[in-house]
């Protein structure tokens, strides 16, 4: 069970504060004033255990794909309230029935201070499309007080990044064959130019080779316990 947890808090445009709560593999908690954001919460994976129990309600919920590692019907009924909005990709939306359906390329506006965009997630390297096919799955680009944060699920280096702007943190997901490799993450960095990098979802992958082969790049590549 794991019950430690590292939180990195930031100060957003306007001297609010966030922060990001790093859970495991591709689970994440974004804190936003009084609001709770959940990433792709999943209490089981391999050997880790989360005992969401633990933590705040949800008033937000995003999922990026209907796969186990990303997708836990269980894990959402435990930690959403009466009024937790629920925002899922098309596949997830009829597995789960509930929640509002985000495709690629649609806006939606949370509050005043926040809103998102669902962009493309997909494979493409041959032999491995039909992990991710292209159009099904959706990464977030969440524009918190106009701090810009890229969570990209599972998705290798798409000709898509370079329609990314100003993004101040992303999360890339690092594990082949599902997502990127470490040369395809370091490729990505320096399309997208982050801020700060977060490599995530990087079970059984030497994350560190991200950090040494973007030094003197300005990334701020930060490795958080995310296998």
Known sequence: ????YKTDTFQTKSGKELSITFLHHASLIFKFGSLYIYIDPVSDYLDNKIDFRAFPKADYIFITHEHWDHF??????EIKKADTKIIVNPNVGKLLHEGTVMK???????????????????????GHLEY???????????????????????TEDIPELKNLKDIYIAFLSVNQPYTMTVEQCVAAAKVIIPKILYPYHFHGTDVEKIAEALKGSGIDVRIRDMG
């Open 72 to 77: 836990n019907p269980e894990t959402i009924a």
């Open 132 to 154: 991710h096919p292209e159009g099904r799955d959706n990464g977030y680009v969440f524009d918190i007080d106009s701090m810009k944060i890229y969570v990209s699920g599972d």
């Open 1 to 4: 069970m794991i019950t430690d």
């Open 104 to 126: 690629n390329g649609d806006h939606l506006k949370l509050t005043e201070d926040i809103s998102v965009d669902a962009v493309p997630a997909y494979n493409i390297t041959p």
